[in-house]
């Protein structure tokens, strides 16, 4: 863990630029997610994510009129991403995902920051941060890395029904922690689900996820049970018997491989 600090976070130039230009247009947006739990572990984190309470088309209209570029194409789930002195911005308007199932989900916009939060996978993620430092954390985020727990928004069961890849989201995220506390009944519940995801979730995502793994600071958490005897972690021996059924070398030989290594 270095020395980073949100206060860093908000005194970066670009940052104070974006919270500048709606200032000035008397829009509330706010940081969200990965910047700001990452900025409380002490590290600094390349990808910045929004939370507004105003419509895309608004968010656009903005972006024109300060001349900044912007990618729309996430557009129908109302998310814009701007380019403010040479770094992306994600803009979200707060929404509600309905009828969720797998990777699919409809959306309803909403001016309430914690429906917005609540949609969110993890405590950990579902946090908002306001140019004067002000911090949203309605699921108790900053207790839970403060306790390196990770924990689910809601009911495990249903969070996972919604998005397969929350299981794969969740291995990934305990690398950020060097000793994580495991929730009881999280593996069990995971592992009830775990077959059911291959359905919903394609090999290539599989194998991002899985690459994702090995940027956290604590990686071997990711894979193994206990780093004293590097137990591997169930998950890794069914998806590579899927990878294998599936003939996608790509994911053995450029993903799992990986694993292995971790153990030298």
Same mark, same amino acid.
């Given at each position: 863990?270095? #020395?980073?600090?949100?206060?860093?976070?908000?005194?970066?130039?670009?940052? =104070?630029?974006?919270?500048?230009?709606? *200032? #000035? /247009?008397?829009? /509330?947006?706010?940081? @969200?997610?990965?910047?700001?739990?990452?900025? %409380?572990?002490?590290?600094? +984190?390349?990808?910045?994510? @929004? *939370?507004?309470?105003? %419509?895309?088309?608004?968010?656009?209209?903005?972006?024109? $009129?300060?001349?900044?570029?912007?990618?729309?194409?996430?557009?129908?789930?109302?998310?814009?991403?701007?380019? @403010?002195?040479? $770094? $992306?911005?994600?803009? +979200?308007?707060?929404?509600?995902?309905?009828?969720?199932?797998?990777?699919?989900?409809?959306?309803? &916009?909403?001016?309430?920051?914690?429906?917005?939060?609540?949609?969110?996978?993890?405590?950990?993620?579902?946090?908002?941060?306001?140019?004067?430092?002000?911090?949203?954390?309605?699921?108790?985020?900053?207790?839970?890395?403060? /306790?390196?727990?990770?924990?689910?928004?809601?009911?495990?069961?249903?969070?996972?029904?919604?998005? &397969?890849? !929350?299981?794969?989201?969740?291995?990934?995220?305990?690398?950020?922690?060097?000793?994580?506390?495991?929730?009881?009944?999280?593996?069990?519940?995971?592992?009830?689900?775990?077959?059911?995801?291959?359905?919903?979730?394609?090999?290539?995502?599989? !194998?991002?996820?899985?690459? =994702?793994?090995?940027? +956290?600071?604590?990686?071997?958490?990711?894979? &193994?049970? =206990?780093?004293?005897?590097?137990?591997? !972690?169930?998950?890794?021996?069914?998806?590579?018997?899927? &990878?294998?059924?599936?003939?996608?070398?790509?994911? %053995?030989?450029?993903?799992?491989?990986?694993? /292995?290594?971790?153990? $030298?």
């Amino acid at each position: 863990m270095n #020395n980073y600090t949100v206060a860093n976070l908000l005194n970066k130039y670009s940052i =104070k630029r974006f919270f500048d230009i709606f *200032a #000035n /247009e008397s829009k /509330e947006v706010q940081l @969200v997610g990965g910047c700001i739990r990452d900025a %409380l572990l002490g590290k600094e +984190t390349k990808d910045i994510d @929004v *939370a507004t309470n105003f %419509l895309p088309d608004e968010i656009i209209k903005i972006l024109n $009129k300060h001349k900044i570029e912007y990618k729309n194409f996430a557009y129908k789930y109302g998310s814009i991403i701007a380019i @403010v002195e040479n $770094k $992306k911005f994600q803009i +979200t308007t707060l929404r509600e995902d309905i009828k969720q199932r797998g990777r699919h989900t409809s959306i309803i &916009f909403t001016n309430d920051w914690k429906k917005d939060a609540k949609r969110r996978d993890f405590s950990i993620n579902a946090m908002y941060l306001s140019s004067d430092g002000i911090l949203k954390d309605f699921f108790n985020g900053q207790r839970d890395i403060v /306790e390196s727990k990770l924990k689910f928004i809601g009911n495990i069961d249903k969070r996972i029904q919604e998005d &397969f890849l !929350r299981i794969f989201r969740y291995y990934r995220f305990l690398g950020i922690f060097e000793k994580p506390k495991i929730i009881k009944g999280y593996d069990e519940t995971l592992k009830k689900y775990f077959n059911e995801s291959f359905n919903y979730l394609s090999n290539d995502l599989l !194998r991002q996820e899985i690459l =994702k793994m090995f940027n +956290t600071s604590f990686p071997s958490n990711s894979f &193994f049970n =206990k780093k004293n005897n590097m137990e591997k !972690r169930y998950w890794i021996e069914l998806i590579k018997n899927h &990878f294998i059924q599936t003939k996608y070398d790509l994911g %053995l030989k450029k993903c799992l491989n990986k694993i /292995e290594l971790l153990m $030298k």
